[in-house]
């Protein structure tokens, strides 16, 4: 062995081969919020906050949320801020549920997941305000999973979804045709056998919740289609609900904070044109809508039911 290949095997190994560089340390959850923040004001307890500072710093985060990568631990800490900054959200439509046989812990849970799927699918530049894109799809998910859990018997979910095959068939059909179609035309149109239909029509009388958003008369003699019983939603019954809640709250109000609620909703002015009429500027009549409308959420989402009382400045 030469002298050379000697001193090389006599050599440490550290000596031979260079050292790998170490491996970098974990971010703290610390450094982990401030990156994904990004100079935003980090928020201790999101739920605490009012409802129009939830609003300011939803807006900030949404923007926020699209920059960074999802499943990334920035993109879920700005996103998890986001949902409990907006849980009232959840917690006002799971209100007009209350008569529900289902546990509200439920109906929130539920809600919940539909507020994620709002925050996913949000696009701050459309330029609308995030509650009233989020809120339908967050009633939305309390009605799909009313839907789904509202049977008196154990229904297999084939024929849940033959049940809202039939409706969509049916209702296509009568209005193509100008009757009501026949289990044969169901069928056929369906590509399924009459017992097919027929199974269909046998199960969906086990769904007894019906619909929520359901149109349907006890006399009617025609043939349990549901169909019968998904007919197209009636926004009436929960506008006469909301007014009904809304009503002891106004009463409470000023004179001139139930005016500019008239003027802006009733005769549907701008803040520009009530600021005119009241002889104030659009900034402050700005201001008192926000002030308002914050109190009637307020009162809304009062869990014991006692109104916030308002105030009249």
């Known amino acids: 062995m030469s002298a050379t290949a000697s001193a090389s095997a006599r050599a440490p190994a550290s000596a031979r081969a260079p ?4 491996a ?3 971010a703290s959850a610390a450094e982990t919020r401030r990156a994904a923040l990004a100079g935003l004001p980090e928020v ?4 605490r906050v009012s409802t129009d500072e939830a609003q300011t710093l939803s807006a900030a985060l949404l923007v926020r949320l699209r920059e960074l990568e999802p499943g ?3 993109h879920a800490y700005v996103r998890n801020t986001l949902v409990e900054l907006n849980l009232s959200l959840v917690r006002f439509a799971a209100r007009r549920f209350r008569n ?3 546990q509200r812990e439920d109906i929130v849970q539920v809600g919940t997941i539909g507020l994620i799927k709002a925050i996913d699918r ?6 609308i305000e995030f509650s009233a894109f989020a809120l339908p799809t967050v009633v939305g998910e309390m009605k799909r999973f009313f839907r789904d859990t509202s049977w008196a018997v154990r229904v297999p979910r084939r024929l849940q979804e033959l049940r809202i095959d039939l409706a969509r068939t049916s209702d296509l059909l009568e209005q193509r045709h100008g009757h009501r179609p026949s289990r044969a035309e169901v069928a056929d149109h369906l590509h399924i056998g009459v017992a097919a239909v027929a199974e269909g029509e046998l199960a969906a009388r086990g769904y007894t919740a019906r619909s929520l958003d359901v149109a349907f008369s006890e006399d009617d003699d025609t043939p349990p289609l549901v169909s019968r019983r998904l007919a197209a939603p009636e926004p009436s019954y929960d506008l006469i609900e909301d007014l009904t809640a809304l009503k002891p709250l106004i009463a409470r109000m000023g004179e001139r904070d139930r005016r500019i609620l008239s003027l802006r909703f009733g005769q549907e002015l701008t803040q520009a044109q009530i600021g005119e009429r009241l002889g104030l500027s659009q900034m402050h009549i700005s201001r008192l809508l926000t002030r308002i409308l914050d109190e009637l959420r307020a009162g809304l989402l009062a869990d014991d039911g006692a109104a916030v009382p308002p105030r009249h400045a």
Do not use: K, L
């Open 24 to 26: 970098p340390a974990p």
């Open 122 to 127: 949000f696009d701050p530049d459309r330029g």
């Open 44 to 47: 201790d307890r999101p739920t």
């Open 100 to 102: 529900r046989p289902e």
């Open 19 to 22: 050292a790998s560089a170490p």
């Open 72 to 74: 990334t631990p920035a």
